[in-house]
């Protein structure tokens, strides 16, 4: 039996800028970072080239119309093999949306792109104390313990 979903899961293209920024949006209001998400917008013309890109996959939850969560990843070409891997950079959920299946599902409609381009693993990062977030990825993963690091570019130690 088919089941409908409250809500739809959308790549989105070159043509979905609205939607992007929405989403966006959306980013800023989850991690409590709304200026980092908000204040220095990239370009009509940058989002447009990320979206159209080979290595930048974006998927927005749509309910009626309205951006209620997504994913940012990234396709890495892997040197050692003829493979590649995603790197999940950001997912969030509305919080009057959460519980309702929307991150697994975009985690699940990600895999199926993952799968169609022949990548052999999905990652992610979770802050120590995101208790849901780490419970999502246990529920869909096997944890790594890892250390993670900032390396500043200008040599000053200074991460913008």
């Known amino acids: 039996m088919l089941v409908s ?8 293209a070159p043509e979905d800028l609205a939607l992007m920024e929405s989403m966006m949006t959306t980013f800023g209001e989850a991690f409590d970072m709304t200026e ?5 917008r990239p370009s009509k013309a940058y989002l447009g080239r990320l979206l159209a890109s ?5 998927l927005a939850a749509l309910k009626d119309g309205v951006v209620v969560g997504g994913i940012a990843a990234y396709e890495l070409q892997k ?3 003829e493979r590649s891997e995603i790197y999940i950079y950001d997912l969030a959920v509305a919080e009057a949306h959460r519980r ?6 975009l985690i699940q409609e990600l895999k199926k792109i993952a799968a169609s381009r ?8 979770a802050d120590m ?14 944890r790594e313990n890892v250390l993670h690091f900032d390396i500043a570019v200008a ?6």
């Open 5 to 12: 979903l409250p809500f739809i899961i959308r790549q989105l």
């Open 54 to 58: 080979d290595y930048f996959i974006a």
């Open 100 to 105: 309702e299946g929307i991150a697994t599902e």
């Open 155 to 160: 040599g000053d130690g200074v991460i913008v």
């Open 36 to 40: 980092a998400y908000t204040a220095s």
């Open 129 to 142: 104390g995101d208790d849901p977030a780490i419970s999502l990825y246990t529920k869909l993963g096997v």
């Open 118 to 125: 022949r990548a052999y693993v999905i990652f992610v990062q």
């Open 79 to 81: 040197f050692e093999q």
